[in-house]
């Protein structure tokens, strides 16, 4: 099992920044992607970004490139989304998933969800 625990989103105008957190705990071992969804209401669970546990590979959904950007810190065992130029239809509850897949850009091969942060930006 692998924990995921969510921090760090708010209420933020737009063109601001906020980072969000996800701190994994458990049996990590068998991680091999670290991924940030989002859902707005009346909206599906949507892909935003993604990294490998171990190693560089970085996946990010065109309407977040250029603002976004996720990194990890394996000694904290924790994944970041750094999010810049945030504007209203960034508005969202964050989620941040692990699996032990390779196919990452989908909901389904996640394991592990988070409870999720709310982030609203206001225009």
């Known amino acids: 099992q692998v924990q995921l625990v969510e921090s760090g989103g708010g209420l933020v105008q737009a063109g601001g920044s906020l980072r969000l957190s996800c701190a994994a705990s458990g049996r990590t071992v068998n991680t091999n992607f670290m991924g940030w969804f989002r859902q707005a209401p009346g909206k599906e669970r949507e892909f935003v970004a993604a990294?490998?546990?171990?190693?560089?590979?970085?996946y990010a959904a065109d309407s977040v490139k250029g603002r976004f950007t996720i990194s990890r810190d394996n000694a904290k065992n924790t994944v970041y989304l750094q999010m810049d130029s945030l504007k209203p239809e960034d508005t969202a509850v964050y989620y941040c998933?692990?699996?032990?897949?390779?196919?990452?850009?989908?909901?389904?091969?996640?394991?592990?969800w988070g409870q999720g942060t709310q982030v609203t930006v206001s225009s």
């Open positions: 990294i490998r546990w171990i190693g560089s590979n970085t």
């Open positions: 998933g692990a699996t032990s897949k390779f196919i990452v850009l989908a909901t389904g091969p996640y394991e592990y």
